[in-house]
C-alpha cells in the first residue's frame, strides 16, 4: 500500500506543478460554475493532502 500511496503523492505534485492549465482547459468549458473549478484546481493539492488519510489505512 505504501507503494500505491507514494506513487499518488508524486502524481498529484506532478499534477499541480505541469499539468494545471492543461487540467483547467480541458474541463472548465464543461463547468457551470467556473469560479468553483478555479478554486478546485487551486486547492487540489491540499484537498488531496487532507483526505489522504481515508485513503491510505
Known sequence: ????EKR?????VQFVGK??????ADVL???MNPDFMEDYI?????EYL???HRSFI
Open 1 to 4: 500500500m505504501a507503494d500505491v
Open 8 to 12: 499518488c503523492d508524486e502524481k498529484v
Open 19 to 24: 499539468h494545471k492549465g492543461d487540467f483547467r
Open 29 to 31: 468549458p464543461l463547468m
Open 42 to 46: 487551486d486547492n487540489y493539492q491540499e
Open 50 to 52: 487532507r483526505e489522504k
